[in-house]
């Protein structure tokens, strides 16, 4: 029945992506032309917590497998250069009975530290009436939880496995990164959004064929998204509140989309999953943890300092070459985090 559906509704949905990209992708000079590139870069230790001590030295940038001259490197401190944050409730996409209990969790973390907040942040609900983007950021976490408490969050009762309800979420949700993208450019600084949510409709598998004028048209908004959110320096944190209840198929089946998409048959509808975007970004796709205070300060962890780290980038040959980046920590037990990579002189392709 899926399959039926997606041929007569999801090309009209791609049409609506694709202009979008037309409009909104960057007008950016190709990458690869400027002199060098900046990437943000977490460091984790086995223990999971994060490695802040770390020099130059210490440090490989790969691009497309070739180690490239690092030009420039620092230690960034979130006090000295606060992140904004924004703290993105999915109410499309979050099962209804869930809405509640994330809600709480959430205001336990506005209200803790007696409310004082370690970077200045904002609360941003997404409805089936779309976002609505706070652009009031406070470091007042008390602020933020009473405004909270008081907005009406008007769900509608979405089936998560609803065919119907597939499409209908899945244009939502492209239509709200597209909004927070425009938004994020107009923040100076580094931001970072905390997407609440199980996730986004994947609809990909053995019974979704794409043509070639949909694979064109899904390749278009990957780019887009890529480069605007490296030019936006955006990280997304995706944080599923569902938690242990989540089946085991359900939660990892993101994983199998995570590879940077190189040409436009390759795609698939999951290489837009907000998981995805989360992990490409450089953040993290936080699973099986229903303590939402909890993965929230596990990302708020991750910005109070970083590497900010700049290498010269291998030229690009041809429009929308997919560069792979990779950073390479050389001490044991660590593993370096950044945005899995970029699109050399990202153009839109005209659909066939």
């Known amino acids: 029945m899926i399959a039926r559906i997606f041929a007569c509704s999801f090309l009209a949905l791609l049409l609506f992506c694709e202009i979008a990209a037309h ?39 790969f691009d497309n497998k070739a180690a490239r001259p690092i030009t420039s490197f620092r230690i960034v401190s979130g006090a000295e250069d606060p ?96 909004q927070l993208l425009t938004f994020v450019n107009t923040v100076p600084g580094r931001k970072a959004v905390l997407w609440i949510s199980p996730g986004w409709p994947l609809i990909s598998g053995p019974r979704i064929d794409l043509d070639a004028r949909q694979e064109d048209q899904i390749f278009n908004q990957i780019v887009s998204f890529s480069t605007r959110m490296r030019e936006a320096n955006l990280t997304i944190y995706n944080l599923n509140p569902v938690g242990v209840t989540e089946p085991l198929e359900r939660e990892d089946f993101y994983t199998a989309f995570l590879k940077g998409v190189t040409k436009p048959n390759q795609v698939q509808v999951g ?23 909890g993965m929230i300060q596990r990302c708020v962890t991750d910005l109070h300092s970083w590497y900010e780290i700049g290498f010269d980038p291998l030229p690009g040959d041809k429009p929308n070459e997919y560069h792979h980046i990779e950073v390479k920590v050389d001490r044991p037990g660590m593993v370096a985090r950044t945005r899995d990579g970029y699109y050399a002189n990202p153009e839109v392709i005209q659909a066939h």
């Open 23 to 61: 409009a909104q992708a960057p007008a950016a000079a190709d990458a690869s032309a400027s002199h060098s590139m900046r990437i943000d870069v977490a460091v984790d230790a086995k223990s999971g917590l994060p490695v802040t001590n770390l020099q130059q030295q210490d440090f490989t940038v």
């Open 83 to 178: 992140v904004k944050v924004i703290v993105f409730i999915d109410a499309v996409n979050t099962p209804f009975q869930m809405d509640s209990y994330a809600r709480e969790g959430i205001m336990k973390f506005l209200k803790s530290n007696e409310g004082q907040l370690a970077q200045p942040t904002t609360v941003s609900i997404l409805t089936d009436k779309g976002a609505v983007i706070d652009s009031g950021f406070t470091t007042n976490g008390n602020v933020l939880s009473d405004d909270l408490e008081h907005q009406q969050i008007g769900l509608r009762e979405i089936n998560r496995n609803s065919e119907w309800g597939f499409m209908d979420r899945f244009q939502i949700c492209m239509t709200a990164m597209n």
């Open 271 to 293: 290489n837009l999953a907000i998981q995805v975007l989360a992990v490409q970004s450089g953040g993290l796709a936080i699973e099986g943890n229903s303590d939402v205070a």
